[in-house]
């Protein structure tokens, strides 16, 4: 049975979306005026809830994956995995 991995891919976009933030803040330092006060307000804020809401629920989407893979494995191979 092949294991599903989504924490990879979680990883990756919560890496990227540091980097967006790094970025931003020091696009920030150069552009301050009402129009990034509104990219700000209404893209990257609501964009990082969002993000942190997904993370969140991957992590919890892995534990029951993990928890439903242990538990249709035959009984033998159950010791192995965890």
């Known amino acids: 049975m092949k294991r599903v991995d989504v924490l990879s891919p979680a990883a990756r976009l919560e890496d990227a979306t540091k980097q967006l933030l790094a970025a931003w803040n020091v696009t920030k330092e150069h552009?301050?005026?009402?129009?990034?006060?509104?990219?700000?307000?209404?893209?990257?804020?609501?964009?990082?809830?969002?993000?942190?809401?997904?993370?969140?629920?991957?992590?919890?989407?892995?534990e029951v994956l993990r928890t439903a893979e242990h538990e249709c494995q035959h009984p033998r191979e159950r010791r192995f995995m965890l």
């Open 31 to 62: 552009w301050s005026d009402p129009v990034s006060r509104k990219v700000e307000d209404e893209y990257l804020i609501p964009l990082q809830a969002q993000i942190r809401c997904l993370l969140d629920a991957t992590t919890k989407l892995a």
